[in-house]
T-cell receptor
């Protein structure tokens, strides 16, 4: 079946440093979503990418969908303590449900 | 105030007992989902429903059952057949299950502990 992997599993950064998490699928995806889950909270939708090579920005967050539509990345510039949480990607093949990756847990040291 | 609610937040049950987790949404969404979250494993799909009176098994449906008698409600029953039921259970809804309107809105979750 479809597998979605994420690296790294954990990332500790100093406040102000950049952070990147990578998402890789074993199959070609029709679209990919990113969610953020704060400690003790529930996942909150961040963005959806649909087109090959698509790049979207939300303030300090940059999302990219690979040319082959099998991988994606989330980059945070100049992290802040409010960025703490677990970032999940969720990939969907055409006609199927989304499959979530295991997440990358980000810690930001002040 | 629109949203998706789950109750209770924490639930304790004895081994061998069935337990039903509540999920209600007032977003007028057609699709609803149940996920299980274990540490380090992300979210795994238990059941989903694209429309009232219809639902399908997800990746880990064994030991669980659902119903979708109303658009707003999608309760999940964890049966005694579920081998390892202690987990964090998340309910979600989306406008549709496909196309452009499939952003999922999650409830606050229910943490189930089986003693």
């Amino acid at each position: 079946g479809q597998q979605v992997m994420q690296i790294p599993q954990y990332q500790h950064v100093q406040e102000g440093e950049d952070f990147t998490t990578y998402c890789n699928s074993s199959t070609t995806l029709s679209n990919i979503q990113w969610y953020k889950q704060r400690p003790g909270g529930h996942p909150v939708f961040l963005i959806q990418l649909v087109k090959s090579g698509e790049v979207k920005k939300q303030k300090r967050l940059t999302f990219q969908f690979g040319e082959a539509k099998k991988n994606s990345s989330l980059h945070i510039t100049a992290t802040q303590t409010t960025d703490v949480g677990t970032y999940f990607c969720a990939g969907r093949r055409h006609g199927q449900n989304f499959v979530f990756g295991p997440g990358t847990r980000l810690s930001v040291l002040p | 105030d629109g949203g998706i609610t789950q109750s209770p937040k924490y639930l304790f049950r004895k081994e061998g007992q069935n337990v039903t987790l509540s999920c209600e949404q007032n977003l007028n969404h057609d699709a609803m989902y149940w996920y299980r979250q274990d540490p380090g494993q992300g979210l795994r799909l238990i059941y989903y429903s694209q429309i009232v009176n219809d639902f399908q098994k997800g990746d880990i449906a064994e030991g669980y059952s659902v119903s979708r008698e109303k658009k707003e409600s999608f309760p999940l029953t964890v049966t005694s057949a579920q081998k390892n039921p202690t987990a964090f259970y998340l309910c979600a809804s989306s406008m549709s299950s496909g196309g452009a309107y499939n952003e999922q809105f999650f409830g606050p979750g229910t943490r189930l502990t089986v003693l």
